[in-house]
């Protein structure tokens, strides 16, 4: 018997149910998504936020520290921004209260590249006269806040210092000449340093990392004043530098006094031929007088070309006989003094207070204390004409040579086959006739890349081959004997060089 169906029952009902249900389902769906997504967009954006906040950081840090470095001196230490422990020195909000930063820079001796965060926290100080030199490498760390520190981002980047002033001058030993029976070295020394301490003589001394102490950390700066690298720079912001009296004369004592915000007269130094420290006159001439070892007390006094000290004139200033008292040995890391590319001089970049010297005792040349003239306009050269060169012009090949007081040319060769010290010889009449033996190529700033910059290259067999010292060749007391080595990207290799900068100052930026 078939169902009879009630009147209107044709099944849209549930159907109508449906509808409702999956609609309702679409609906929260849908909301649920929407919402979701505007979540996600919201939390984009405050990621963003927190990055450019940590950005902002970087470019604040940044601008802190070129405005510090830009004084081009060591007192520039007391401008960058210093803090206590891991605190940040640098801080700010964005515009709109959209997010803010903090910036902690970490100050280095040593590259901090491919290092960890512990190694730099252990290398490093966030308060640059903590370092008791100027730093050479900064690690910034900013971090970045959105609106309500909801999102944080970190960013890191290193940034080279180019401090020129002591460019690649940490500071280090001002020795006395050793003799053949020394059994070891002595240096230049400021114990306790303060204004009037007595500047002494003291068996040479290292850190365990290979530095130098840093009572005997001195550098010998382009005025010509010696200065004393590690002197706590809140005490004596102009530094403590070395002198006798205010004006100079036999029998005054050596001593660490007030650097002069102007370069003083009675703080200027000249390394002489003789490798005697002379006292200047007007910042002009030498007057004569010269640094003295008093074996006795180890204390240093002035002598004169008369040996009026103690009535000897064996010990007289400008003695042509190297001496333990009264000759000079100045370190690769001490400084150069006012040598370099106005002076004619030739400074080798990693031995920093070295230039390339014609040996006129023989043949050769070497890496010699650099020699200093206090006249650019009207140089002394008698004593610097066998460091003072003529060069080809930077990028282009020809001969390269000194001229001696009498007007002959000396040009320095390329060594013969199997030997790797140049030698120095008459000079051809020209480049056009000379063999290749005679022809260098003056890279200077011209070359594309820094490896290849401020070289002296060999040219026909010898090219490829790159002008340096020779630390291994069996050396001088003073000096590296100066020859030929394949070219690199060494720094040995490079002369009168200026430091190597990244072009935005902020290098390997790297979100942590």
Partial sequence: MRALRRRG???????????????????ALTATTTLRGALDTNGAVVRSSALLAARSGLTSALASLRAAESTGNIGAISALPCTTGSAAQVSGALSGKDGSYATTIWYLKSDPAQQSDAWVKANGVTCAAQLLVTPRWAYVVAVGSSAGATYMRTLIGIYQFKLRAVGNM???????????????????TGDGPAVGTPVTMSVCATNTDGTTVDKQKFGYMSDLTIKLMTADPTLYPNGLCVQAGAKEAFGQQLKLQDCGLATSISQQWKFDGYSNFQGTDKGLIPNLVCWNIVTASQTIVLNDTSGNLNHDYTHRCAAVTMTNYQSWNVTGDAGAGAAGPDSGQLVNFKQFGKCLDFNFSGVNTWAFPC????????PDLGDVWNEVWTLPGYGTKGLVYVTKTDGTKVCMKAPVSGTSKVTMVTCPASASVATAAFIWWARGGKATVYDEKYRIEGTGSWAGQCLAPLPAAGNPVQADWVGLTTCSGDYLQKWNADPPVST?????VIEK
């Fill in 170 to 188: 940490p500071g280090g030993q001002i020795r006395v000449y050793r003799t053949a029976a020394a059994t070891q070295d002595y240096c230049l």
């Fill in 371 to 378: 020699k200093q003239s206090l006249s650019i306009q009207y």
């Fill in 504 to 508: 935005s100052g902020l290098a390997s």
């Fill in 9 to 27: 029952d044709d099944g849209s009902l549930p159907l109508a149910m449906l509808v409702v249900i999956v609609g309702f389902g679409l609906g």
